[in-house]
């Protein structure tokens, strides 16, 4: 294989909020080796998961399609068989193919996500998973250990993957007695610092591939994702006051012992101690997450293939720390969960040709940049602009996104909270798409929501009654995008948005320019 054809290194930052980095703006240094790191890259400051939640948007990042499309929307979804994936493309092309997988949803159900990686690693689960690639003992002693241990995996995936896609099973493993232990027993958030370790080890010494062959790395790192433990030295410069108040570490405990409790919609909104709690648990993760990034690509430079190396580092979809009285990432489309963090290094990309991508984009184009840097494109591919020079993306004018809710996850909600579910509509799909500032909110066929993303990034304000010829326009993108998606609905009528009278409202109405003083 060609010797001129770059290697591919693609980490997923799962669970992490794009306004959480420095590099993004957060006042708080939590992420100093990926602002190195996107000083001499080109960041997308407005990079969209075509989801909310791990397996679609994975799906979406693995085929370049959007999951109306590929059909990956709940945790039982399977990839369709005549749907390539990335890492098929790339192993026919002659790359290598490895994943390094710390989310059981990616790395244990037998769901198509694993398709075309020659070797995967999990590094999550009741037994995680050692491929030949990072060393086995040999002889026959050897030989009798690996297959002892692959007929133990596979019983142990059998059951993991049965927990997954059983609403009863999965109901069981929700309640608060249980969620200790299978936080435990799963390892639930894997080995970051290991995962970064074998990948480095791979792209230094290719172990196990051929002269010259180029290599595609798939990372997945559960870092910042609940519940939150991080390295006591990361408490105590983000959070200190989990430390010294035991309040906050009740609430802390309750947090990390009650999974289920948070994938609801709250009654009520967090207090402010409940929020800097989370808030600052949630920044230490970040922090510990981007140290040890620091030390994984400070390895692959000192082995020289740093350089030689597209990579690509990016989030399947944010969390949602008590904004809008929300937790989780199951339910909403809002920026918290759909805008990600994105950030490319071409091989050999100085500070000089370091830029900013203002454009708002799809993360589901990951797939044809990476074809792309590997000389396997079609012409219908096109990949993601990456310098100011270059020339302009072709998706500027459109950018798409659902939140179709995780059945399971809507179960249990409806057995337990049945009134929450129908008053904020969670069982309901949303799907949303930008246009220039502004980003519409389709939920179900009865409410809309508009906002003005430039001035108001946070979502405060639905501005859909006083901006009707651009929700007609919008809702008019949607419904052919939408196409024949069955349950989808027809084009909603523009109502007039709930407390528009308000004078607080009024008052943000005229912050934002949208009414004269």
Same mark, same amino acid.
């Given at each position: 294989?060609s010797?001129q054809?770059?290697?591919?290194l693609?980490?997923?930052?799962?669970?992490?909020?794009?306004?959480?980095?420095s590099?993004y703006?957060?006042?708080?240094?939590?992420?100093?080796?990926?602002?190195?790191?996107?000083a001499?890259?080109?960041?997308?400051?407005?990079a969209?998961?075509?989801?909310?939640w791990?397996i679609?948007?994975?799906?979406?990042m693995?085929?370049?399609?959007?999951p109306?499309?590929?059909g990956?929307?709940q945790?039982?979804?399977?990839m369709?068989?005549?749907?390539?994936?990335?890492?098929?493309?790339?192993?026919?092309?002659?790359?290598f193919?490895?994943g390094?997988?710390?989310?059981p949803?990616?790395?244990?159900?037998?769901?198509?996500?694993r398709?075309?990686?020659?070797?995967?690693?999990?590094?999550?689960?009741?037994?995680?998973?050692?491929?030949?690639?990072?060393?086995?003992?040999?002889?026959?002693?050897?030989r009798?250990?690996?297959?002892f241990?692959?007929?133990?995996?596979?019983?142990?995936?059998?059951?993991?993957?049965?927990f997954?896609?059983?609403?009863?099973?999965l109901?069981l493993?929700?309640?608060?007695i249980?969620?200790?232990l299978?936080?435990t027993?799963?390892?639930?958030?894997?080995?970051?610092?290991?995962?970064?370790?074998?990948?480095a080890?791979?792209?230094?010494?290719?172990?196990?591939?051929?002269?010259?062959?180029?290599i595609?790395?798939?990372?997945?790192l559960?870092?910042?994702?609940?519940?939150?433990?991080?390295?006591?030295?990361?408490?105590?410069?983000?959070?200190?006051?989990?430390?010294?108040?035991?309040?906050?570490?009740?609430?802390?405990?309750?947090?990390n012992?009650?999974?289920?409790?948070? !994938?609801?919609?709250?009654?009520? /909104?967090? *207090?402010? &101690? %409940?929020?800097? +709690? #989370?808030?600052?648990?949630y920044?230490?993760?970040?922090?510990?997450?981007?140290?040890?990034?620091?030390?994984?690509?400070?390895?692959l430079?000192?082995?020289?293939?740093?350089?030689?190396?597209?990579?690509i580092?990016?989030a399947?979809h944010?969390?949602?720390?008590?904004?809008?009285?929300?937790?989780?990432?199951?339910?909403s489309?809002?920026?918290?969960?759909v805008r990600?963090p994105?950030?490319?290094r071409?091989?050999?990309?100085?500070?000089?040709?370091?830029?900013?991508?203002?454009?708002?984009?799809?993360?589901?184009?990951?797939?044809?940049?990476? !074809?792309?840097?590997?000389?396997? /494109?079609? *012409?219908? &591919? %096109?990949p993601? +602009? #990456?310098?100011?020079?270059?020339?302009?993306?072709?998706?500027?004018?459109?950018?798409?996104?659902?939140?179709?809710p995780?059945q399971?996850?809507?179960?249990?909600?409806?057995?337990?909270?049945?009134?929450?579910?129908?008053?904020r509509?969670?069982?309901?799909?949303?799907?949303?798409?930008?246009?220039?500032?502004?980003?519409?909110?389709?939920?179900?066929?009865?409410?809309?929501?508009?906002?003005?993303?430039?001035?108001?990034?946070q979502?405060?304000?639905?501005?859909?009654?006083?901006l009707?010829?651009?929700?007609?326009?919008?809702?008019?993108?949607?419904?052919?995008?939408?196409?024949e998606?069955?349950?989808?609905?027809?084009?909603? +009528?523009?109502?007039?948005?709930?407390?528009?009278?308000?004078p607080e409202?009024?008052?943000?109405?005229?912050?934002?320019?949208?009414?004269?003083?």
């Amino acid at each position: 294989m060609s010797s001129q054809r770059p290697d591919i290194l693609f980490i997923v930052l799962d669970t992490q909020r794009a306004d959480r980095l420095s590099c993004y703006g957060y006042p708080l240094n939590t992420t100093p080796n990926l602002d190195a790191f996107a000083a001499e890259a080109t960041r997308f400051s407005a990079a969209i998961a075509p989801a909310q939640w791990t397996i679609p948007s994975h799906a979406s990042m693995f085929t370049g399609v959007y999951p109306s499309e590929h059909g990956m929307t709940q945790s039982y979804s399977v990839m369709p068989d005549d749907l390539p994936t990335l890492a098929e493309r790339l192993r026919d092309g002659g790359y290598f193919t490895a994943g390094f997988c710390n989310n059981p949803l990616v790395g244990v159900i037998n769901n198509g996500l694993r398709r075309g990686f020659q070797s995967f690693l999990n590094y999550s689960g009741l037994l995680t998973s050692r491929p030949n690639q990072a060393g086995v003992s040999s002889g026959p002693i050897g030989r009798y250990r690996q297959w002892f241990k692959r007929q133990i995996s596979g019983v142990m995936t059998t059951i993991q993957d049965a927990f997954a896609r059983s609403d009863w099973l999965l109901a069981l493993s929700f309640t608060p007695i249980m969620v200790p232990l299978w936080q435990t027993a799963l390892s639930f958030k894997g080995n970051t610092a290991k995962s970064l370790e074998d990948t480095a080890r791979l792209l230094s010494d290719r172990p196990g591939t051929a002269p010259d062959q180029p290599i595609f790395a798939f990372v997945n790192l559960m870092g910042t994702h609940m519940p939150y433990h991080p390295p006591r030295q990361y408490i105590e410069k983000y959070a200190p006051h989990v430390l010294r108040d035991r309040d906050a570490r009740n609430f802390l405990q309750r947090f990390n012992n009650d999974v289920y409790g948070w !994938l609801a919609p709250l009654t009520g /909104a967090l *207090n402010d &101690e %409940q929020k800097k +709690t #989370l808030d600052g648990m949630y920044d230490a993760e970040v922090a510990y997450q981007d140290a040890l990034l620091g030390t994984f690509f400070q390895k692959l430079a000192e082995s020289g293939r740093l350089d030689h190396t597209l990579v690509i580092i990016c989030a399947d979809h944010g969390e949602h720390l008590g904004e809008k009285q929300l937790m989780g990432h199951s339910l909403s489309i809002y920026n918290e969960l759909v805008r990600v963090p994105l950030i490319i290094r071409q091989p050999g990309q100085t500070r000089d040709q370091a830029a900013v991508v203002d454009e708002i984009v799809s993360t589901r184009r990951l797939f044809q940049t990476a !074809l792309d840097a590997a000389g396997l /494109a079609n *012409n219908k &591919e %096109q990949p993601l +602009t #990456l310098l100011p020079q270059q020339q302009p993306n072709p998706e500027t004018d459109y950018v798409f996104a659902e939140a179709i809710p995780p059945q399971n996850v809507l179960n249990l909600m409806q057995k337990r909270q049945p009134d929450l579910v129908r008053d904020r509509a969670c069982d309901q799909p949303r799907r949303a798409v930008w246009m220039g500032t502004h980003k519409l909110i389709e939920i179900g066929d009865s409410a809309i929501e508009l906002y003005d993303v430039h001035e108001d990034p946070q979502e405060t304000l639905n501005i859909s009654a006083i901006l009707p010829e651009n929700v007609e326009a919008l809702q008019e993108c949607l419904q052919s995008f939408a196409g024949e998606i069955k349950g989808y609905g027809t084009l909603v +009528t523009a109502r007039r948005a709930p407390g528009y009278d308000d004078p607080e409202v009024q008052r943000r109405l005229q912050d934002l320019g949208y009414l004269e003083d």
